[in-house]
């Protein structure tokens, strides 16, 4: 079954809670119109036996009922809806007086009388409702009666039978209107989803650049079209980076690979010597040596660049791992007048083996692009959010041009020197891989003229 779209489920929510509600209030109006109704009836017959009362103790005895009942007969005179019934209490002739329509109802000479006005619903023998007024009243010689006051309540049922009836008919069209309104509104409401979704049709791999816009959207549509937005920045931004990646890629792999096919061509040519052949050899080796280096350290890249990579953080004692790592790099340092100097202390959270990567790296371009018998530094000190690592040489600095790319793959600053000198491209990409995975950072400061200090800065316990 094809599921219902959204204009169609909320259209008929809109409806059914419409239709819900209308009815509800149909069913307050008419139980508010009975009630009035019962109301008015209840204070009507209130009014009228306090009149009677006044008659019944001012002006007449139980004699002058037969005679004299012209006071009671103005009351009830005039209207076709009342009856009034004076009966005797405890006597054989119990009906002294019975003016209106003629009630002579067993039912209602049964009703009960107290000397506290009550009122009793009741229905005839043709099922008209009634409403009846019953209280124990004095004449003016003090001969206790007991007054029925009954009301025709016929007019009110038949208007709250009118009232319900065009209820009833009025009622769809009502349904009706509310559909209607309930439908455009969803129509108008969606407007911004459908324009949505055509700006989705159109974003591809190969094209980026549409964005949402969320200028006069609903706020909450608006939050959703800047969430969007940020997402096709992010994945534009990825998607540039892996095609200069793979570029850039492409373009370091296929200079070891000519080497290696022109240094082969070359050599099985013609006959050669054993000590040529050993030459290309060698210099194969090279360029396979250079291949293993960049395919190792994309494999690592990939592994902490992984959004789930995790590290087994624990404290460590930096300038105990920074002297580990200086005196692998002793013999190298020996070869160019280097000397390597160590300074500060401090502890840090941080994984062991990552951060010998992480500091080997530095330490490595700091002895390349050193100037001789210039000492390169290596030292630890506390900064305001943390335990700073910092390699520092004497040798040029960097142009200012450059630092903000010395982070990306591949990218050399000094027109590729790292490559004339054996570097991947990718050394100082994976140190801040390493501080990213650590929750840390890498900070590079670096003059005209030198020195140039890149730093790693740890969290701290």
Not at 265 to 273: F, G, I, N, P, S
Request: glycine share 6%; proline share 4%.
């Amino acid at each position: 079954m094809k599921p219902a779209t959204l204009s169609m489920r909320l259209g008929l929510t809109v409806i059914l809670m419409g239709a819900a509600l209308v009815l509800l209030l149909a069913a307050l109006a008419v139980f508010a119109l009975d009630h009035e109704l019962a109301s008015r009836a209840r204070k009507d017959l209130t009014r009228k036996m306090l009149q009677v009362e006044h008659n019944l103790r001012v002006d007449l005895r139980s004699d002058d009922l037969g005679v004299r009942a012209h006071p009671l007969l103005d009351l009830v005179m005039g209207h076709d809806n009342l009856s009034l019934s004076v009966l005797a209490i405890n006597s054989r002739h119990p009906a002294l007086l019975s003016l209106g329509p003629a009630l002579q109802s067993q039912h209602l000479q049964a009703l009960p009388a107290q000397a506290q006005l009550t009122f009793h619903e009741w229905r005839d023998a043709s099922d008209t409702p009634m409403l009846t007024a019953s209280r124990v009243m004095h004449l003016r010689d003090d001969t206790p009666v007991k007054v029925l006051m009954s009301l025709n309540r016929n007019d009110d049922s038949a208007l709250l039978d009118a009232y319900l009836h065009s209820t009833l008919l009025g009622l769809p069209l009502v349904l009706l209107l509310i559909g209607v309104a309930a439908w455009k509104l969803v129509q108008r409401g969606l407007r911004p989803l459908r324009h949505f979704r055509r700006i989705a049709g159109l974003v591809s791999a190969q094209d980026l650049g549409h964005r949402l816009p969320h200028e006069g959207l609903p706020l909450e549509l608006a939050d959703l079209a800047r969430a969007i937005n940020v997402m096709l920045d992010r994945l534009d931004h990825g998607v540039s980076q892996l095609s200069q990646f793979s570029d850039d890629l492409a373009h370091e792999l296929r200079t070891p690979l000519s080497n290696l096919m022109g240094k082969a061509q070359v050599t099985l040519a013609r006959e050669r010597d054993a000590g040529r052949y050993r030459e290309a050899l060698e210099d194969s080796v090279e360029e396979l040596t250079r291949l293993s280096r960049i395919i190792n350290d994309m494999l690592f890249l990939a592994q902490v660049s992984q959004p789930h990579s995790q590290v087994g953080l624990a404290p460590l004692a930096l300038a105990d791992e920074a002297a580990r790592v200086s005196e692998l790099f002793a013999f190298s340092a020996e070869l160019k007048d280097i000397s390597l100097k160590l300074q500060g202390w401090g502890t840090a959270l941080a994984d062991k083996l990552m951060f010998q990567r992480a500091l080997s790296n530095l330490l490595s371009n700091a002895i390349r692009h050193g100037a001789e018998g210039q000492p390169v530094t290596v030292g630890v000190e506390r900064v305001a959010d943390g335990m700073a690592v910092w390699v520092e040489n004497c040798g040029p600095g960097i142009a200012e041009a450059d630092l903000p790319h010395l982070f990306e793959r591949f990218y050399r600053a000094g027109s590729g020197r790292s490559r004339l000198e054996g570097g991947t491209g990718l050394g100082l990409a994976i140190v801040q891989s390493i501080m990213r995975l650590h929750g840390g950072r890498v900070e590079v400061r670096s003059a005209v003229q030198g020195p140039t200090r890149f730093s790693l800065v740890f969290q701290t316990q």
